[in-house]
């Protein structure tokens, strides 16, 4: 299994960032898809999550009506549109798949910032 972010960057408040994850290593179509945030010296934070399908999302309440969450089968990759960033919105974010266990990539730095 290997999950790849891209996307990240700095960004003033306000502005919009998308992130995107390509995945490899098992059947993309078949698994749900989610995308967490840690930020500095806090713990690991879900953000959303996206069925196989792509049919259904759940988000954190953080980030309700300014993210959104969707993914490409025939890609492998999930997205995650960001809008309306805050400062408090800094972290390194990560893509995750449950499969056994839940794998995560190597994550990208979102910095909001003016």
């Known amino acids: 299994v290997q999950l790849v972010e891209s996307g990240g960057g700095l960004v003033q408040p306000g502005g919009s960032l998308r992130l995107s994850c390509l995945a490899s290593?098992?059947?993309?179509?078949?698994?749900?898809m989610t995308w967490y945030r840690q930020a500095p010296g806090k713990e690991r934070e879900w953000v959303a999550t996206i069925t196989g399908a792509g049919d259904t999302t759940n988000y954190a309440d953080s980030v309700k009506g300014r993210f959104t969450i969707s993914r490409d089968n025939a890609l492998n990759t999930v997205y995650l549109q960001m809008n309306s960033l805050k400062p408090e919105d800094t972290a390194v974010y990560s893509c995750?798949?449950?499969?056994?266990?839940?794998?995560w990539g190597q994550g990208t730095q979102v910095t909001v910032s003016s």
């Open positions: 995750g798949a449950r499969i056994g266990r839940t794998y």
């Open positions: 290593g098992f059947t993309f179509s078949s698994r749900a």
